[in-house]
């Protein structure tokens, strides 16, 4: 996704536990992961302006992980069937020789019609989104599997909302169109 800005970059892989907490809320969690994974960077890149992303499915109050298998990703979908999901995508910019920091948080609001179980796994097994959180993989055959999606950043489902990503770097000094 970086690739649609004129920026020259480079990914790692950062090092994050990216278990919650007993009783942490959704937005706490993407929240503190995106500045874990940045920070986690930034330490060994310290002049290096790093974004550090995570995205959470939040259904009924509760987060909703990465499945991990064709059976979790099943009772996931099952469980969002003619319900509303939101999505928190996070990201957090930090350069710590500039001491600057940016974070921000976009809610994606979707609501997944009656599915039946064939076209559940019909689903999963076009798109395999065993390492997306809510077992939705928006960028390829997922929508087929909604009523409405709403957000202020249609880039955010993805897990990285690119408007505000483009206000931040703008903040951090980087020229953008």
């Known amino acids: 996704m970086l690739e649609r800005f004129p920026l020259e970059f480079g990914t790692v892989a950062p090092e994050a536990d990216e278990t919650a907490r007993p009783g942490e809320l959704p937005s706490a969690l993407v929240r503190r992961l995106a500045l874990a994974k940045a920070r986690a960077v930034s330490r060994t890149n310290p002049a290096a302006v790093v974004i550090g992303s995570d995205q959470v499915a939040e259904h009924e109050g509760r987060?909703?992980?990465?499945?991990?298998?064709?059976?979790?990703?099943?009772?996931?979908?099952?469980?969002?069937?003619?319900?509303?999901?939101?999505?928190?995508?996070?990201?957090?910019?930090?350069?710590?020789d500039e001491k600057f920091l940016y974070e921000r948080t976009v809610i994606t609001e979707v609501v997944f019609r009656e599915l039946k179980d064939d076209e559940i796994q019909r689903y999963l097994a076009l798109d395999r989104p065993f390492d997306?959180?809510?077992?939705?993989?928006?960028?390829?055959?997922?929508p087929a599997l909604l009523t409405r999606m709403s957000s202020t950043d249609p880039t955010a489902i993805m897990g990285l909302p690119m408007i505000?990503?483009?206000?931040?770097?703008?903040?951090?000094?980087?020229?953008?169109?």
């Open 164 to 177: 505000e990503l483009a206000a931040g770097l703008r903040m951090a000094g980087y020229a953008l169109p």
């Open 132 to 142: 997306c959180a809510g077992s939705f993989r928006s960028e390829a055959n997922g």
């Open 63 to 96: 987060i909703v992980g990465k499945p991990g298998s064709l059976e979790n990703a099943s009772r996931q979908l099952a469980a969002f069937s003619g319900r509303t999901v939101n999505f928190l995508s996070a990201f957090t910019l930090v350069c710590e």
